[in-house]
């Protein structure tokens, strides 16, 4: 079955960085796409960043020129780098696959 399990959260200072991880296994991980989703309290989850089979990436507005998100079919596994984090960052986020398989979340918290 498929199973997403993200990991590297963790509480960072504003301006600071973070990389995620998500590990998948139960499909075959290269040929789909995966991205990362956020949800922070009282909102709705949003895309973060999406990253093709074939590469292409996509990203939210917020994110562009701060977050980069990249796989590594060898390890099935897809990451996301945050720069330059921000309060407002804080969120649970989440690895996603297509079509509504999640892991079960890492909290991100950007505190002073």
């Known amino acids: 079955q498929v199973q997403l399990v993200e990991s590297g959260g963790g509480v960072v200072q504003p301006g600071g960085s973070l990389r995620l991880s998500c590990a998948a296994s139960?499909?075959?991980?290269?040929?789909?796409?995966m991205s990362w989703y956020r949800q922070a309290p009282g909102k709705e989850r949003e895309l973060v960043a999406t990253?093709?089979?074939?590469?292409?990436?996509v990203y939210a507005d917020s994110m562009k020129g701060r977050f980069t998100i990249s796989r590594a079919n060898a390890k099935n596994t897809v990451y996301l780098q945050m720069n330059s984090l921000r309060s407002e960052d804080t969120a649970v986020y989440y690895c996603?696959?297509?079509?509504?398989?999640w892991g079960q979340g890492t909290q991100v918290t950007v505190s002073s």
């Open positions: 996603n696959r297509c079509c509504n398989y």
């Open positions: 990253v093709s089979a074939g590469g292409r990436t």
């Open positions: 139960g499909f075959t991980f290269s040929a789909y796409a």
